[in-house]
């Protein structure tokens, strides 16, 4: 579940072109990149712009801002926003841009940047402390998060945000390990828990995986947020607009291909009403189907094996 990969320090952002196909850039248009990241996509984003274009930046995470401000600083066309991609729409209501802007790229999941720092506490693969929040000044660390949850909501948060057929022997090896006062601090230790409570391994997988992502899920309420996203995109873009969502998890691209389903529908309506009422319009169209990540780019980013792209368009 990460954005971008590190290739000889060169950041590879996902389904790049095929995102940028999708949202069919226009020299003069407005465009929000949701997730900067670290860059890849918003770079290619600018390169499409002429001076009349204009692309805002947006991310919780502070070592993105920086990267943001740094690159993108000096751009007249460029604005930085910190905060989530739910909250997009104050800041277009307070710029008096709703229903102005042209497209919408959204690429969910973790960066490899922030997988990559042990003290970001994303990754079991480095050891450090358990924090895994994207933006580590505000909120519950998962440390924390871990000592005040109660077990049926640990449960529930492994079996449906992490897929874990295991959630409740987990679940109850942590409350235990609270209770003796050796809840784990750091990722090494949560990875080790994990593992020993786990009756059976899967081959090519780390037994901690589901774990840590059902618990960073849950510490930054990454669904939560692209719930409220999805709930007020179609009134952010303008006529014609397209939104451009890369998926890394099942949740998630459920949740975005439900979206664009029931905002495309169309409602079985008796002969008698020849005109469709205005709450019953179909709102959105799909662009294409699905895309995933050519067999090239898997072999060259592993992590894109599991990206999903979906595009939609306002209608007018």
């Known amino acids: 579940m990460s954005r971008e990969d590190i290739n000889g320090g060169q950041h590879q952002p996902v ?14 248009g407005f465009y929000i990149d949701g997730t900067f990241g670290r860059g890849g996509h918003a770079a290619a984003l600018r390169e499409r712009l002429g001076v009349d274009g204009r692309l805002w930046l947006v991310d919780r995470d502070p070592d993105a801002e920086a990267e943001a401000r740094a690159r ?15 909250d997009i729409g104050g800041w277009l209501k307070e710029a008096g841009l709703e229903g102005r802007v042209d497209g919408i790229l959204l690429d969910l999941g973790v960066s ?18 358990l924090d895994m929040r994207m933006d580590p000044g505000s909120g519950l660390s998962a440390a924390q998060w871990l000592q005040q949850v109660g077990e049926s909501e640990l449960v529930r948060v492994l079996r449906v945000y992490g897929e874990e057929r295991f959630a409740r022997r987990i679940a109850r090896a942590l409350m235990r390990a609270r209770e003796q006062g050796a809840a784990p601090a750091t990722t090494h230790e949560l990875a080790d828990l994990v593992a020993a ?12 995986t589901r774990t840590f992502q059902a618990i960073r899920i849950a510490v930054n309420g990454e669904l939560d947020a ?16 397209r939104l451009a969502i890369i998926s890394f998890h099942s949740l998630e691209d459920r949740m975005v291909k439900r979206f664009i389903r029931d905002a495309a529908g169309r409602r079985d309506l008796p002969p008698e009403i ?30 894109s094996r599991s990206a999903v792209l979906r595009i939609a368009e306002k209608l007018p």
Do not use: T
């Open 72 to 86: 993108f600083g000096g751009d007249s066309r460029c604005r930085f926003y910190r905060g989530s991609f739910a």
């Open 15 to 28: 389904l790049l072109a095929e995102a940028l196909e999708g949202l069919k850039v226009r020299s003069d």
């Open 197 to 208: 409570a786990m009756p059976a391994k899967e081959r090519h997988k780390h037994p901690a």
């Open 112 to 129: 490899s940047p922030q997988l990559d720092r042990a003290e970001r506490g994303f990754s079991f693969l480095r050891d450090g402390p």
């Open 226 to 241: 692209l719930e409220r996203f999805l709930a007020g995109v179609y009134d952010w873009l303008a006529p014609g607009g």
């Open 274 to 303: 020849p005109v469709i009422p205005e709450g019953l319009r179909p709102k959105m169209r799909p662009i294409g189907k699905a895309v995933r990540a050519a067999e090239q780019e898997q072999q060259q980013n592993p992590r």
